[in-house]
């Protein structure tokens, strides 16, 4: 499958993969994939474990050979290169830090291994360590730092000399949730001032969309779709990505075509309008609806579609409250509604409650049809 990820900038730092795969003995790890990454453009590959991401990842950055396929850096292939001669910076997901080295020490590695002057190599270990706001730390061990100072060593070792790519293996894996955020988007500016093209891999989907210019969601070996953050929000190609990328409500029917227009059917008689174009009648087809697309009780309305529903659950999330609703006329069916909270909560009605629920018809979005 062939995306082109583009964005204005310069050459520098492209990274182009054309039919690139990696196959072990019967099992195809990573299927035929084809992309393009423009200069100076953040992209995730998002994805399950399994699915492929961080075998693409090491396949770019070298540690892997492919089963077939290429990769370009900057319009130069580099596939028979060895890593250390791709000049892309490397993070892993462990760190890997020296620990017998202070930070100043593993900062330094990359550019004492290229035989750099001494004096060079302190100005940028000196100018790295200030942008990741380590200047006093250079002298300890990595030992003796937090999970989030540890991180910001890798990263300073693997862009201090300034590569035009940054590879990042699930990068936070090992932080906790409130450190984890903040390092998002510390990661996000740091990337942005510097201008690398950045390739991240990691399966969580809220960490794709915050960082994100671009996403490309894997599957079992095969790129699924890739896009903007809002575009695979709001118009996913298929039930994985519309599941995989944010919380979605499936809806499956058959189209009918009745006196307002064409519908999609739903257990007894439940008939939900489609928008337009909509398939043909007598098709099946599958539908995601998004939480918060969904208005509970209100007044009617007559650009909403309105049905009836029983409030099988709610949970407070801070934020928002979760509501889980049965449908009247397709009890087969329940949706989750996302009711964002203030200071004053607004009313959540109560388990057994029946209510209005509602939603615009163009949020109901086709994804499959068979």
Same mark, same amino acid.
């Given at each position: ?37 423009? $200069? ?100 300890? *061990? ?94 996913? *190609? ?7 990328? $944010? ?12 006196? $307002? ?20 009648? $007598? ?88």
């Amino acid at each position: 499958m062939t995306s082109s990820i583009d964005r204005p900038g310069t050459a520098n730092g492209e990274v182009e993969v054309r039919g690139l795969a990696k196959r072990y003995g019967a099992v195809d790890a990573l299927q035929p994939t084809s992309f393009r990454v423009t $200069g100076g453009t953040f992209v995730t590959l998002l994805g399950p474990s399994g699915s492929g991401k961080t075998t693409l990842l090491k396949l770019i950055a070298g540690f892997e050979e492919p089963s077939a396929g290429s990769v370009h850096i900057s319009g130069h292939a580099i596939t028979d290169m060895a890593p250390y001669r791709r000049n892309v910076g490397f993070v892993f997901q462990q760190y890997a830090l020296f620990p017998h080295l202070t930070v100043a020490q593993n900062v330094s590695y990359p550019l004492e291994m290229r035989r750099m002057p001494r004096v060079a190599i302190d100005k940028a270990v000196a100018n790295t360590l200030e942008l990741v706001r380590l200047s006093d730390l250079a002298r300890r *061990r990595p030992s003796q730092l937090s999970g989030g100072q540890q991180q910001r060593v890798a990263l300073a070792r693997a862009i201090v000399f300034r590569p035009p790519v940054l590879l990042m293996d699930e990068p936070m894996a090992a932080l906790d949730k409130r450190l984890r955020e903040e390092m998002q988007l510390e990661i996000r500016g740091l990337q942005r001032t510097l201008g690398i093209t950045t390739i991240s891999v990691t399966h969580d989907q809220s960490e794709a969309l915050v960082m994100s210019d671009r996403i490309l969601v894997l599957r079992d070996g095969m790129l699924q779709q890739s896009g903007t953050p809002e575009d695979l929000y709001h118009n996913p *190609r298929n039930e994985f990505v519309a599941s995989f990328v $944010g919380e979605s409500n499936i809806l499956r029917g058959r189209v009918e075509n009745g006196p $307002g227009g064409p519908s999609m059917a739903l257990g007894d008689g439940l008939g939900i309008p489609l928008g337009a174009p909509a398939p043909p009648a $007598g098709a099946e087809i599958v539908c995601v609806l998004r939480p918060e697309a969904i208005e509970i009780g209100g007044e009617p309305s007559v650009d909403h579609f309105e049905t009836v529903g029983e409030v099988v659950d709610r949970i407070f999330c801070g934020d928002v409250v979760r509501v889980r609703l049965r449908l009247v006329g397709a009890p087969e069916t329940t949706l989750v509604a996302k009711m964002p909270t203030q200071r004053r909560l607004v009313f959540v009605p109560d388990t057994g409650t029946m209510v209005r629920v509602a939603w615009r018809t163009e949020e109901l979005i086709v994804i499959e049809r068979h």
